[in-house]
C-alpha cells in the first residue's frame, strides 16, 4: 500500500519563525512535489524534486526553499513565515516515466 | 490553475447524476485526470483518460473528453453522500500536472 505522510496535520507558528514541513514516501518514487491549496485557486506547485539533492522552482517558490537530503524526504521550509503562507501544503510524490501522483494527507498551516 | 477551468461548486440530489466539468488549454496534454478530496484529506485519483480515447467508464463513473473543444467531464451516477468532495481536474504537461481550482460537489438529501 503506498503511502506519503507528512510530519504534522496542523501547525500554528508566530510571524518570523523559521518552519519546517516534511514529507517522506515509502514507494522508491524519483520525484517529489510541494503544492500548497488555497480556496478558489487550487494547488498551486511551490517547488518540486526529480532526485536527490536537485530540485527545481515551481510556479510560487518565493518565500520558500526546500531541502532533498534522501530518496524518501522532502522538506519545505518557510525561513521566515508570514501570514500570507497561512495555507494547506500538500506533499506529492511521483514514480517517473508515470504521470499519477500520491498525496500525503496535508498540513494546515496557520501563521499568526 | 488559470490554463485548466472548473466550476468551483455543483450542488445535485442524493440519487441523482452529477455532471462536473472542465476545460483546459493544451491540445498536446497525453493524459486528463480526476482526483478526488475528501474532506480533511489529501487527494486520491479517481480515474483518467488517455487523450486518444473519448470515454472511459468504471463503476459509476464515466469520463468524457471532446479534445476538440478541449472539455473534460466526469459523471457520477446515483450520487451518494459519500461522494461530498472537492473533484479536482488535471491535465498532465511534461510530466507535470496543470490543476483546476476544484469543484466542491455538494449533496442535497
Known amino acids: 500500500d503506498v503511502k506519503v505522510t507528512q510530519s504534522s496535520r496542523y501547525l500554528v507558528k508566530r510571524t518570523g519563525e523559521k518552519v519546517f514541513l516534511e514529507c517522506v514516501q515509502d514507494?522508491?518514487?524519483?520525484?517529489m512535489f510541494w503544492y500548497r491549496q488555497d480556496p478558489g485557486l487550487g494547488l498551486r506547485l511551490i517547488y518540486f524534486s526529480y532526485d536527490v539533492k536537485m530540485k527545481e522552482k515551481g510556479d510560487i517558490p518565493e518565500g520558500y526553499s526546500v531541502s532533498r537530503e534522501k530518496k524518501e524526504r522532502f522538506s519545505l521550509i518557510l525561513e521566515s513565515a508570514s501570514t500570507n503562507q497561512t495555507s494547506m501544503y500538500l506533499c506529492a510524490s511521483r514514480s517517473s516515466g508515470d504521470n499519477e501522483q500520491f498525496f500525503g494527507p496535508g498540513t494546515r498551516l496557520t501563521v499568526l | 490553475g488559470e490554463d485548466v477551468e472548473q466550476s468551483l461548486f455543483l450542488s445535485v440530489r442524493e440519487g441523482d447524476s452529477s455532471v462536473i466539468n472542465c476545460t483546459y488549454t493544451?491540445?498536446?496534454?497525453?493524459?486528463l485526470y480526476w482526483y478526488k478530496q475528501e474532506p480533511g484529506a489529501g487527494l486520491q485519483l479517481l480515474t483518467y483518460?488517455?487523450?486518444n480515447m473519448d470515454m472511459k467508464q468504471d463503476q459509476r463513473l464515466t469520463v468524457l473528453l471532446n479534445k476538440k473543444d478541449k472539455h473534460l467531464s466526469l459523471r457520477i451516477a446515483d450520487t451518494q453522500t459519500g461522494d461530498s468532495a472537492i473533484y479536482f481536474c488535471?491535465?498532465?504537461?511534461?510530466?507535470?500536472?496543470?490543476w483546476g481550482a476544484g469543484t466542491k460537489l455538494i449533496i442535497k438529501p
Open positions: 483518460i488517455f487523450s
Open positions: 493544451d491540445s498536446s496534454s497525453t493524459y
Open positions: 514507494m522508491d518514487h524519483e520525484n
Open positions: 488535471a491535465e498532465s504537461r511534461n510530466y507535470q500536472l496543470i
